[in-house]
């Protein structure tokens, strides 16, 4: 299945000022960074054609090839003591998030205070809205682990999510009353919803959370400040649907509880797709900022919401290409880890840096491409085709350039240099996403053995994504990340949120 088109069309002017001075910052660390990794490069990737020693395509000397390549691998390079500190940085923001509101990694949490048993029973309706696709599902809870889902996928267009908020949740409840009249369903029967909603929500209630931020392209206004779950609860009045929504989950949160109602050694929950993030079961005595009401377990889900890691702009080993992409988002300065693993930005990374080998000359002679000038149009879909191809000529790669991006008359230098660049960008982007696993199982105490539900068009699909991470993790945890399972979860943000419903609905919650 190809990965969605990742186009967000709503972009704000670059800062010249901020853009240099984060430059120069980023340099410094950079430099920082690629001192210290001389003493400890982590191995060539088990995918890594080696480049030949002579001349390949004969536009310019292989010594420009060889330094454009050196220069790359420097900056994009995470090398094993790299993993290190940033895990103890991670770990550090982890802490501060579960002790104050306001840090940068915000663990929040999630009124979910057990995972299912796995003998849950009976119907209840679940939506799940976080990217450029909407679900709403119909879930049937059979005991046993045992799960009969019912469901309608619907497009967010662009002019939706960047449209106002109400339209966005007009357009929800008529999907919803689509889908009910499908199945056969009356518009008077009374129902109950879970409703996943995958951005920042500074959650009061397992059915109350404020809007803190969008993320991933959404800008609709009217929502950011405002409680979502009322926003949807009125959208169904104004359609006369009788549907109350009980629980409101983050996908993390969904992914975490769908896949421990099959596997009770799961604890953890990660989403690698459009975005990026995470939920974990924390001890209640670990989070001295909750006020609410004692947990009945001693334990709490927390939705980490960890993509905004970095955006202190200290930490992560941004480079001028980040910063670019950054600073052209409709998020700028937001965001940091996830604009460095996720599937959202992957490609526009990798554009960024080829039109910048375009201007200086170093791939295809220097011919301008229009088709690479629109921002997102580089997918990250077509990154892990070019991995994937291991032909003498990389004739998948020339496809993709000529015949999608119409430049004429490729070499083989140039497609050697393009696929190296993806894997650059994939491999940091895999051996980053690691340090979050690394960090939470370290902090839960779990190195002895659980299992992390990861979902997620990056990780099920681009090419050595998930070996990468492995390779990292056993970097950073030796043996004990043996003991790690990464099961792949599916669409189990939806059913996840239906399981929340159903432990409310019998007052569990
Ligand atoms: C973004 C959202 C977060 C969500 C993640 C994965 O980071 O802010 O809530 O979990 O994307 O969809």
Same mark, same amino acid.
């Given at each position: 299945?190809?990965?969605?088109?990742?186009?967000?069309?709503?972009?704000?002017?670059?800062?010249?000022?901020?853009?240099?001075?984060?430059?120069?910052?980023? /340099?410094?660390?950079?430099?920082?960074?690629?001192?210290?990794?001389?003493?400890?490069?982590?191995?060539?990737?088990?995918?890594?054609?080696?480049?030949?020693?002579?001349?390949?395509?004969?536009?310019?000397?292989?010594?420009?090839?060889?330094?454009?390549?050196?220069?790359?691998?420097?900056?994009? +390079?995470?090398?094993?003591?790299?993993?290190?500190?940033?895990?103890?940085?991670?770990?550090?923001?982890?802490?501060?998030?579960?002790?104050?509101?306001?840090?940068?990694?915000?663990?929040?949490?999630?009124?979910?205070?057990?995972?299912?048993?796995?003998?849950?029973?009976?119907?209840?309706? /679940?939506?799940?809205?976080?990217?450029?696709?909407?679900?709403?599902?119909?879930?049937?809870?059979?005991?046993?682990?045992?799960?009969?889902?019912?469901?309608?996928?619907?497009?967010?267009?662009?002019?939706?999510?960047?449209?106002?908020?109400?339209?966005?949740?007009?357009?929800?409840?008529?999907?919803?009353?689509?889908?009910?009249?499908?199945?056969?369903?009356?518009?008077?029967?009374?129902?109950?919803?879970?409703?996943?909603?995958?951005?920042?929500?500074?959650?009061?209630?397992?059915?109350?959370?404020?809007?803190?931020?969008?993320?991933?392209?959404?800008?609709?206004?009217?929502?950011?400040? %405002?409680?979502?779950?009322?926003?949807?609860?009125?959208?169904?009045?104004?359609?006369?649907?009788?549907?109350?929504?009980? /629980?409101?989950?983050?996908? %993390?949160?969904?992914?975490?509880?769908?896949?421990?109602?099959?596997?009770?050694? %799961?604890?953890?929950?990660?989403?690698?797709?459009?975005?990026?993030?995470?939920?974990?079961?924390?001890?209640?005595?670990?989070?001295?900022?909750?006020?609410?009401?004692?947990?009945?377990?001693?334990?709490?889900?927390?939705?980490?919401?960890?993509?905004?890691?970095?955006?202190?702009?200290?930490?992560?080993?941004?480079?001028?290409?980040?910063?670019?992409?950054?600073?052209?988002?409709?998020?700028?300065?937001?965001? +940091?880890?996830?604009?460095?693993?996720?599937?959202?930005?992957?490609?526009?990374?990798?554009?960024?840096?080829?039109?910048?080998?375009?201007?200086?000359?170093?791939?295809?002679?220097?011919?301008?491409?229009?088709?690479?000038?629109?921002?997102?149009?580089?997918?990250?879909?077509?990154?892990?085709?070019?991995?994937?191809?291991?032909?003498?000529?990389?004739?998948?790669?020339?496809?993709?350039?000529?015949?999608?991006?119409?430049?004429?008359?490729?070499?083989?230098?140039?497609?050697?240099?393009?696929?190296?660049?993806?894997?650059?960008?994939?491999?940091?982007?895999?051996?980053?996403?690691?340090?979050?696993?690394?960090?939470?199982?370290?902090?839960?105490?779990?190195?002895?053995?659980?299992?992390?539900?990861?979902?997620?068009?990056?990780?099920?699909?681009?090419?050595?994504?998930?070996?990468?991470?492995?390779?990292?993790?056993?970097?950073?945890?030796?043996?004990?990340?043996?003991?790690?399972?990464?099961?792949?979860?599916?669409?189990?943000?939806?059913?996840?949120?239906?399981?929340?419903?159903?432990? /409310?609905?019998?007052?569990?919650?």
């Amino acid at each position: 299945m190809p990965l969605p088109l990742w186009t967000p069309d709503n972009r704000v002017p670059l800062f010249v000022f901020g853009l240099t001075t984060g430059v120069a910052v980023t /340099a410094a660390f950079q430099y920082l960074y690629s001192s210290l990794s001389k003493r400890n490069q982590p191995p060539p990737p088990a995918d890594y054609d080696p480049l030949p020693g002579n001349a390949v395509g004969g536009l310019r000397p292989d010594t420009q090839f060889e330094s454009t390549i050196q220069r790359l691998e420097r900056e994009f +390079t995470i090398n094993t003591s790299m993993l290190h500190n940033l895990v103890k940085a991670f770990t550090r923001d982890m802490e501060r998030g579960l002790k104050r509101e306001n840090s940068v990694i915000k663990m929040i949490p999630s009124y979910v205070e057990r995972r299912p048993s796995g003998d849950e029973t009976g119907t209840y309706l /679940a939506l799940d809205l976080g990217g450029s696709n909407f679900r709403v599902c119909e879930v049937t809870l059979l005991g046993k682990g045992q799960v009969r889902t019912r469901q309608k996928k619907f497009v967010v267009s662009e002019a939706l999510k960047t449209g106002t908020g109400e339209q966005l949740f007009d357009f929800i409840a008529d999907c919803v009353e689509q889908f009910m009249g499908e199945l056969n369903i009356g518009k008077d029967t009374k129902l109950k919803m879970g409703f996943t909603f995958s951005f920042p929500v500074d959650q009061h209630a397992l059915n109350k959370g404020n809007l803190f931020l969008w993320t991933k392209g959404f800008t609709a206004s009217g929502v950011v400040g %405002t409680d979502v779950v009322q926003l949807l609860q009125d959208a169904f009045h104004r359609k006369d649907l009788k549907i109350d929504v009980t /629980a409101l989950v983050n996908d %993390t949160v969904g992914t975490l509880i769908s896949h421990a109602y099959v596997d009770n050694a %799961t604890y953890m929950g990660v989403i690698l797709g459009t975005g990026s993030n995470a939920a974990y079961v924390e001890k209640m005595e670990n989070i001295p900022k909750w006020k609410g009401p004692p947990s009945s377990t001693g334990e709490m889900v927390i939705n980490m919401e960890w993509g905004a890691w970095g955006q202190d702009g200290i930490i992560l080993p941004t480079t001028a290409y980040d910063l670019k992409v950054d600073r052209a988002s409709p998020n700028p300065r937001k965001q +940091t880890y996830e604009k460095m693993i996720s599937g959202m930005y992957l490609g526009e990374i990798t554009r960024q840096i080829l039109l910048d080998l375009i201007s200086t000359g170093e791939i295809f002679g220097g011919r301008h491409c229009s088709a690479l000038e629109a921002p997102y149009s580089f997918e990250t879909a077509y990154m892990s085709r070019i991995e994937r191809d291991h032909s003498m000529e990389l004739t998948d790669t020339r496809t993709i350039l000529e015949d999608l991006y119409g430049i004429k008359k490729t070499t083989l230098s140039d497609r050697r240099l393009i696929k190296r660049i993806c894997q650059l960008i994939g491999t940091r982007a895999a051996r980053l996403a690691s340090i979050g696993i690394a960090s939470v199982v370290t902090k839960m105490n779990r190195l002895h053995g659980c299992t992390v539900a990861v979902d997620g068009s990056v990780y099920e699909h681009y090419s050595y994504f998930r070996t990468r991470m492995i390779d990292a993790l056993k970097e950073l945890l030796g043996v004990n990340a043996d003991n790690i399972t990464l099961a792949q979860a599916r669409d189990g943000s939806g059913q996840g949120a239906a399981l929340i419903a159903a432990l /409310a609905d019998h007052g569990e919650l």
